[in-house]
Every structure is written in C-alpha cells, then in structure tokens.
C-alpha cells in the first residue's frame, strides 16, 4: 500500500508553465500547487486545488495533486486545463459566471468600464452620474456629476489615469481616475 506523504516545505519547483492561445492566462505549478495568473496584469486569479486532498490523511490544504506537477497544457479555446503529476492526469474547467466583486449602486447601469491595470471599475447612469471604485474592494474612489444626462459611454486612456465619458447631449468629458 502507499503511504503518501505531504511535500517537504522547502520543495517548491515550477516544472510546468502553460499559457491560453490568446495569452490572457499563465497557468504554473509550484510543487503539487498550480496558480493562475491574468498575464497583462500579473495578478492572481486563482489557486487550483483538489478539495478531496485534503480530507486524504497527511494532505494539505490547497494543493492539486499528491505529488510534484510536471505538466500543464490549455485545450485550443482555454476553456480545459490538464495537470500531470504522478501517474495522474488532472483536467479543470473554467467556472463561468463567477461574481468575484459587487458593486452597490442603487438603481441601473447605463455603461460600466475596467482601467487597464485593472485597479478601477467606472460606471455609469442613466442621469449623468459617474463613479469610479476600487477593483480591489469595490470602495467608491470617486464621484462625479458633470453630466445632465444619460451616459453613453466609458473609457479609460492607455495608462489608466484618466476616463473619457459621454453622453447623449453630444458631450465629451475628461476625468483624472485617481480622485474624478
């Protein structure tokens, strides 16, 4: 019988890297764990993990094999990723409609926009109102009233410093995105 044993803590290697044909996601193994990263950003998007590893006896939390992953591909559309370890193939979905951040905004939305680095979420209504949040933690950042009526569209520049707006009037505004 084998009798699997957690990793030793100091054993971290990345063996397999893999990327989404339309490099949107970096997959990486780092011992028995795998992480997903948004590569424009360099942000984490999430841990896979095998939650019935770690009910197994001397299993760890979030890890996704018993053993060090060797190999990582993405199927042609992004959508399956496959994991190889010790004589096991693992294969993992993309989950869809996962809500990762809510934004309480009390009636609705006209047009909404990401900053580039995505550290901003802009939105706007129907009544000219705009308001920046934080990605992070959805916290209003700022909070503007420059338009009379509805606001057609959002954008922000190139480095995420400021946001274009316009709205049905024909006008076009200009906000810093730090602090509207």
Do not use: M
């Not at 893999?18 to 970096?26: E, P, S």
């Not at 959805?138 to 420059?146: D, F, H, N």
């Amino acid at each position: 019988v084998v009798k699997w044993r957690p990793l030793p803590s100091g054993v971290h290697p990345t063996l397999a890297v893999a990327l989404t044909r339309d490099g949107q996601i970096a997959a990486c193994s780092r011992a028995n764990r795998i992480y997903l990263y948004h590569v424009q950003t360099g942000s984490l998007i999430a841990q896979l993990y095998d939650p019935a590893l770690s009910a197994v006896e001397g299993g760890a939390p979030g890890v996704a094999h018993r053993d060090l992953v060797q190999s990582l591909a993405f199927d042609r559309q992004g959508e399956l990723l496959a994991s190889g370890g010790f004589r096991e193939v693992k294969l993992w979905r993309r989950p869809r409609d996962v809500e990762r951040l809510k934004v309480e905004w009390g009636g609705p939305v006209a047009v909404a926009a990401v900053s580039p680095d995505a550290t901003r979420i802009a939105v706007a209504d129907a009544a000219g109102k705009v308001r920046i949040y934080s990605a992070a933690d959805a916290a209003l950042i700022a909070e503007t009233a420059g338009h009379a009526v509805e606001v057609k569209s959002l954008a922000f520049s190139g480095d995420g410093s400021l946001l274009a707006s316009t709205s049905v009037d024909g006008a076009v505004r200009l906000w810093k995105s730090a602090n509207g």
